[in-house]
């Protein structure tokens, strides 16, 4: 079963970026289409990106789009977000996520296998 272990998170000024990484070990990274998602206190764990096995295909929520990029190293198997323009909104724990059955689909309710979190936090 693959693991994930996030990094990369912390605390930044609005309008500041951080590069979230997650690395996989254990099964076949290359394969599986993955995503990041977060969750904000008291509110559902929604999705922000994904991107297809080879990084053909990605998918942004609307409320990142233009702010935050997806992108995948298979040779690493290591996925990563790099975020821009952070608005305290997007303060949440952010977790790396697998979809190891199907590498094509975004579809969220796809990804099944999940890291512990990084928290991001933006201040105003």
């Known amino acids: 079963q693959v693991q994930l272990v996030e990094s990369g998170g912390g605390l930044v000024q609005a309008g500041g970026s951080l590069r979230l990484s997650c690395a996989a070990s254990r099964g076949t990274f290359s394969t599986y289409a993955m995503g990041w998602f977060r969750q904000a206190p008291g509110k559902e764990r929604d999705v922000v990106a994904a991107?297809?096995?080879?990084?053909?295909?990605?998918y942004y929520a609307d409320s990142v789009k233009g702010r935050f990029t997806i992108s995948r190293d298979n040779a690493k198997k290591t996925v990563y977000l790099q975020m821009n323009s952070l608005k305290p909104e997007d303060t949440a724990v952010y977790y790396c996520?697998?979809?190891?059955?199907?590498?094509?689909?975004?579809?969220?309710?796809?990804?099944?296998?999940w890291g512990q979190g990084t928290q991001v936090s933006v201040s105003s």
């Open positions: 996520a697998a979809n190891t059955r199907n590498g094509i689909t975004l579809d969220p309710k796809g990804f099944l296998s």
């Open positions: 991107i297809t096995w080879n990084g053909g295909s990605t």
